[in-house]
C-alpha cells in the first residue's frame, strides 16, 4: 500500500472527425494518486477540463476490468502501455514516476478509422466474425451436449484461444497493421472443436478474405501481436491459420467474396 | 391497473409445454413481414436477436458499445447453472427449481422458475454445439463444480470466463444473422425513449452515439434486454457504461417497474482506493472456500499492517458468529457482516471519506495448510488480478475485500410471456424482475439471460404477434412519434444548458451513489430511508440546475451520455427507496433493521408475500403501487438460519 502522488505531462492526441486533422495537446496531469487505474487518471482530467468549460478527451471504455475489450490507447508507443498481459483499464499508475511525459495515441490503422480523439471504428472486427467466425446451428436444435465428447486438451486449446477480447491491440502493435491474430484465434477457437469442423475450411477462406478487404496488412511474422495482446494469445495460431487456409483451398476452389468495407 | 401473469395453470412440469401448444404462431412465410426491436445484445438480447432473425422476423438490434460483444454479461466469470445431473450427485430440474425459489426467499413466480429450471438444460446443449469451450473431464465429457453454497454439482464452467464465453456464443450466433440480413445492427446507439401508439409499443427513439443523431425506429414490437441498474449507486461491479435508461424511460411510458429495491450486494469485491475510483472489481466467491476474513478486535490496530497484530487480536467475526458455515455464509450475510465491523470502526484500508471500507481475506493458514503451489493452482489468476488493482501480494499479506453492488433482481414487471404492463413491450434478462425474487443464486444469471434469449422471447414474441396479426402502418411524422422525438430533444437540449453550470455528472452521481449506498444498501431502516427520500430530490434539482456538459449535442459527446443517464438514476434511486420503505419486512437482498430475529432476517409472509409493481404518476415521488399476490403450491415458504 505505497501510496504515492505523481505529476505527469500528458500529450494527447485530438482529432474532432475521421476526415479531420489531428495534433497532440499538452495537458498536466497532477496530484495523480498511484492507485488510480490509468483510465481514472484520463477521468480525472477529463472532469478538470470539463470544469473549466473544455471539451474532454473522447477514449473507448466499458468494463474497466480488462474483458470486454473496449478500451485501447497506445502510450508511449506501445498498445494498452507498459504493462505486459494487461489492457489499458488495468493498467494501474503505479507504473509510472513522477514528471513522466507519456505521448497518448489511438490505434493507428487503416482498417481503424479514426472516430475522434483516441477513439477509433472497430467494426471492422465484426465484419470479419460475420464472414464466417460462427458455428451455423439453428437454436433449439442442438443435439445432447455429452454425446460428442471432446478431448480435454484439444477444449483447453480452443480456450486459449476463444480468449481473445477483440480490443485491436494486436493490429496497433503490428507495424503492418495486420488483423492476423484475432482473425488466427477465431478460426483456431472453431477449427480445433468437432462443432466447427462441417465449415471449417469454407470458413477460414471468407474470414480471411473479408479480413484483406478491411484493407488489413499481411503477417510478416513481427510477433508484436503477441507481445501486446493483453490476453497472450499464441502467434502460433497464426501459422495454424495459414495451414487451415491452404488445406481449404486444396479442398474447394470455389471463390469467396468479401463484403464491402 | 389489473396485473396479469398469465401464468398457466396445471401441474408445474406441464406448464411450459401446455403454455406453448396453446400460443399462437407466426407461419413461417409471414414471420419477414413482422418487425422486431431488440434493444441490447447482451445474452438475452445477442441470443433472441440471433433466434427470432434465424426464425425469419426482420429484427433490429440496437447497443451502445462499438459492438454487440461487448456487452457487460462478459465480464460474469464464475458460471451458469443447468440441472443436467451429470454428477449423479441427485440434481433434477425440480431440484434447481426449489433451490432458486427458496434462494429467492419466496419473492418469485413459481412458474417462471420452473421454467427456468426446465430451459437450464437447452441451453448448455445449445452453447456447446456453438462452439462455447466448457471446461471438460480427461474422458472429454463436460466438467462441473459447485457454486455458491449448493449441494450439488451443475454449474458448468469455461475458466474464470464463462460470461464471455457464453456471449461469444451468442454474439458469433447474432453475426450470423446479420450476414444472413436478417438483423440489422446499430451499435453506438441508444434509446432515448419508447413510442407508445394506440396503447402498443411501435417503436423506440434513438441517439446515435457517434454523430448526435436523434432517429426514430418503428416496429410491431419493442424487447428491451438492456441489464440491471446496479450503477444507480454509482460504483458496483458493472461496466461504466451499463445504465437504466431504456427501462426507465418505459417505465415514464407506462411500463409498471416491480421490485426495485432488491439488489444484489457481493461480498468479495476490491475494496475502493480513493474518491477518483469509477468502479469496483469482483473477485470470485471461491476465495472464501479458502480464505479465513478478520478485521482487528481493536480500533487502535486499524492503520497497522496486518502482520504485527497478534492473532489474539483479531477477530474472525464469520467464524465467531456463525461457527456451522463460518467463512462460507450465504453473500447477504457475508456483506452484511462486513458492513457491521466496519459501522464499529474496525475497517481497514485506505480512508475514502473518513471510512475505511475493507475487512481482511487472509489466505496464510491455507497457503501453510496447501502449499503454495496448490493454492497457486487454485487462486493463482485472483491473486495476481488483486495484485495488479492494488498492489498487495496475497502469497505474502492478506487480501482486503469489501461488498459492491453486483446485480439488480428488480425490474421492468413482466407476465409470463416477458411482456410488460405495454402491451408490444417485453423485457428479457437482467432487464426484468421476474425469476430471481428477492435474492439470485450464483451462477443462475447467465441461465436467465439465455433462457430468455433463446427459448421463451422466441415464443412468446410470435405469440404475441400471432395475436395482433397486422399492425396498421405507424409513420414518422405520427404525432406519437413526434412527440417522442420532442421530448428527447428538449431533454438533450435541457441537459446541455443548465442554468449554472457547475460540474460535469459525475460529481452528482457520486452523490447519489453514497446517499443510496448508505440508506438503501446492504442495511436499510425507516429514518435512513426517510432520509434519503428529502436528499434524493434536493440533489436532483441541484443536478438539473447544476450540471456542467461541454461541447454540443450533435456531436460524439460523451458526458452528454453520462448526463442523460445520471438524470434517470436519480428517479429509479428514489424509486428504490419507496419500495424500501414499503416493504416493511427483510427477505433475501433487502435487509431492514426494524425487521430481524436474532440478527436474522425476518420475513412476513403473510402481509409481504406480494411483487411491488410501481406505475409512473408524472412525479417521481409519488409512484403508485400495485400489488401482485405470490402463491406457493409447490414450494412452502421456511425460514432461513445459518447459525
Redesign the interface.
Known amino acids: ?3 504515492r502522488l505523481i505529476n505527469l505531462t500528458l500529450h494527447v492526441w485530438r482529432q474532432t472527425g475521421p476526415d479531420e486533422p489531428g495534433r497532440f495537446e499538452t495537458y498536466q496531469a497532477k496530484d495523480i ?5 490509468f ?2 487518471m484520463l ?2 482530467v ?2 478538470g ?3 473549466r ?4 478527451i ?1 477514449f ?6 480488462g ?4 478500451c485501447g490507447i497506445v502510450v508511449n508507443g506501445e498498445a494498452h502501455g507498459p ?1 505486459r498481459r ?1 489492457s489499458t483499464c ?1 493498467v ?1 499508475m ?1 507504473q509510472f514516476q513522477d514528471g513522466d511525459e507519456l505521448w497518448l495515441e489511438p490505434w493507428r490503422a487503416s482498417g481503424f478509422p479514426i ?2 480523439d483516441l ?1 477509433v ?3 471492422a ?2 465484419r470479419i ?3 464466417g ?14 454425446e ?5 486438451e484439444l ?2 486449446k ?2 486459449d484461444a ?2 481473445c ?2 480490443c485491436g491491440a494486436c493490429v496497433a502493435a503490428c507495424p503492418n497493421a495486420s488483423a492476423s491474430l484475432f482473425t488466427a484465434a477465431k478460426v483456431a ?2 477449427s480445433l ?1 468437432p ?2 469442423q462441417p465449415e471449417r475450411a469454407d470458413r477460414v477462406r471468407k474470414m480471411v478474405a473479408q479480413m484483406d478487404a478491411e484493407g488489413f496488412g499481411g503477417c510478416t511474422n513481427h510477433g508484436e501481436c503477441e507481445a501486446a495482446c493483453p490476453k497472450g494469445i499464441s502467434l502460433d495460431w497464426i501459422a495454424r491459420m495459414n495451414r487451415e487456409l491452404v488445406r481449404a483451398m486444396v479442398k474447394s476452389e470455389k471463390p469467396v467474396q468479401a ?1 464491402d468495407r | 391497473m389489473e396485473l396479469r401473469s398469465n401464468e398457466p395453470t396445471g401441474p408445474i412440469d406441464k406448464r411450459w409445454s401446455n403454455h406453448k401448444e396453446a400460443g399462437k404462431l407466426v407461419a413461417p412465410a409471414n414471420r419477414r413481414k413482422h418487425s422486431v426491436i431488440v434493444v441490447g445484445s447482451g445474452l438475452a438480447g445477442g441470443a433472441a436477436s440471433a433466434s427470432l432473425g434465424e426464425m425469419g422476423y426482420n429484427v433490429k438490434c440496437f447497443c451502445y458499445q462499438d459492438s454487440p460483444r461487448r456487452a457487460h454479461s462478459i465480464a460474469a466469470q464464475g458460471g451458469i447453472n443447468a440441472a443436467k445431473n451429470y454428477q449423479n450427485d441427485g440434481d433434477s430440474v425440480y431440484r434447481l427449481f426449489y433451490d432458486t425459489v427458496k434462494g429467492g426467499d419466496f419473492r418469485s413466480r413459481e412458474s417462471n422458475v420452473y421454467r427456468l429450471a426446465e430451459l437450464s438444460v437447452e441451453i448448455i446443449d445449445q452453447a456447446v454445439s456453438q462452439g462455447v469451450p466448457f471446461a471438460r473431464e480427461y474422458g472429454g465429457l463436460l466438467a462441473n463444480r459447485s457454486f455458491g453454497g449448493a449441494q450439488v454439482s451443475r454449474t458448468f464452467y469455461a475458466r474464470g470466463q464463462t460470461g464471455q464465453q457464453l456471449l461469444l456464443g451468442a454474439y458469433q450466433a447474432l453475426s450470423r444473422q446479420i450476414e444472413a440480413g436478417t438483423v440489422e445492427m446499430f451499435p453506438r446507439t441508444e434509446m432515448l425513449d419508447l413510442i407508445v401508439h394506440d396503447r402498443r409499443a411501435r417503436g423506440i427513439v434513438t441517439r446515435d452515439l457517434t454523430t448526435g443523431e436523434v432517429s426514430t425506429h418503428i416496429a410491431d414490437m419493442v424487447v428491451l434486454c438492456t441489464g440491471g441498474y446496479s450503477n444507480v449507486f454509482y460504483l458496483s461491479t458493472n461496466a461504466k457504461g451499463c445504465n437504466a435508461t431504456a427501462v426507465w424511460r418505459a417505465h415514464r411510458r407506462g411500463a409498471a417497474f416491480a421490485n426495485p429495491c432488491y439488489t444484489q450486494i457481493h461480498p468479495t469485491c476490491i475494496p475502493q482506493a480513493g474518491p477518483y475510483q469509477s468502479k469496483l472489481t469482483l473477485m470470485s466467491e471461491s476465495l472464501r472456500n479458502d480464505g479465513r476474513v478478520w478485521v482487528p478486535r481493536n480500533k487502535e490496530d486499524v492503520t497497522k499492517p496486518p502482520e504485527a497484530i497478534p492473532e489474539a487480536d483479531r477477530f474472525y467475526y464469520l467464524e465467531e458468529r456463525y461457527p456451522a458455515f463460518g467463512n462460507l455464509v450465504p453473500r447477504d450475510v457475508a456483506s452484511r457482516n462486513a458492513l457491521y465491523v466496519t459501522n464499529d470502526g474496525l475497517g481497514v484500508g485506505p480512508e475514502v471519506d473518513g471510512e475505511r471500507r475493507g475487512v481482511y481475506l487472509d489466505f496464510k493458514d491455507a497457503i501453510e495448510r496447501l502449499g503454495e503451489q496448490t493454492s497457486r493452482e487454485r487462486y493463482g489468476n485472483l491473486f495476481e488480478m488483486f495484485q495488479r488493482i492494488t498492489g498487495d501480494n496475497p502469497y505474502e499479506t492478506p487480501m482486503r475485500i469489501y461488498p459492491a453492488t453486483h446485480y439488480t433482481m428488480g425490474g421492468l414487471w413482466v407476465d409470463y410471456n416477458l411482456q410488460t404492463t405495454i402491451p408490444g413491450l417485453f423485457a428479457g434478462g437482467e432487464a426484468n424482475f421476474s425469476d430471481h425474487g428477492a435474492n439470485r443464486l450464483g451462477a443462475s444469471a447467465l441461465m436467465q439471460g439465455l433462457a430468455d434469449g433463446y427459448f421463451v422471447l422466441p415464443f412468446t414474441v410470435g405469440n404475441y404477434l400471432g395475436d395482433v396479426r397486422n399492425l396498421p402502418p405507424l409513420a414518422d411524422d405520427h404525432p406519437d412519434v413526434q412527440a417522442a422525438v420532442s421530448a428527447v430533444e428538449a431533454r438533450i437540449d435541457k441537459l446541455m444548458n443548465a442554468p449554472y453550470p457547475k460540474h460535469p455528472p459525475e460529481h452528482y452521481h457520486r452523490k447519489l451513489g453514497r446517499i443510496i449506498w448508505t440508506k438503501c444498501g446492504m442495511s436499510r431502516s425507516k429514518e435512513g430511508l426517510e432520509e434519503a427520500l428529502r436528499e434524493i430530490p434536493e440533489l436532483r434539482d441541484e443536478f438539473w440546475r447544476e450540471v456542467k456538459v461541454t461541447g454540443s449535442g450533435a456531436e460524439l459527446n460523451q458526458t452528454l451520455e453520462r448526463a442523460g443517464r445520471v438524470a434517470d438514476f436519480f428517479e429509479l434511486g428514489e424509486l428504490m427507496c419507496i419500495d424500501a420503505l414499503d416493504r416493511k419486512e427483510s427477505c433475501g437482498g433487502h435487509f431492514r433493521e426494524e425487521y430481524q430475529e436474532n440478527g436474522e432476517a425476518l420475513r412476513d409472509d403473510e402481509n409481504y408475500s406480494y411483487v411491488a409493481a410501481w406505475d409512473w404518476t408524472g412525479n417521481a415521488s409519488e409512484p403508485q403501487l400495485h400489488k401482485e399476490p405470490l402463491t406457493f403450491e409447490y414450494v412452502k415458504p421456511t425460514k432461513r438460519s445459518y447459525k
Open positions: 500500500m505505497s501510496d494518486t498511484t492507485h488510480m487505474s483510465l481514472e477521468d480525472v477529463n472532469e477540463l470539463i470544469e468549460g473544455e471539451t474532454p473522447v473507448d471504455y466499458d468494463c474497466r476490468e474483458i470486454c475489450g473496449s504493462q494487461t488495468q494501474h503505479r472516430v475522434k477513439m471504428d472497430r467494426s472486427f465484426d466474425m460475420q464472414a467466425g460462427y458455428v451455423s446451428i439453428r437454436t433449439g436444435s442442438a443435439p445432447e451436449a455429452n460428442l465428447p471432446v478431448a480435454k477444449a483447453d480452443a480456450m476463444a480468449a477480447i477483440g477457437h472453431l472443436l462443432q466447427g463484403r
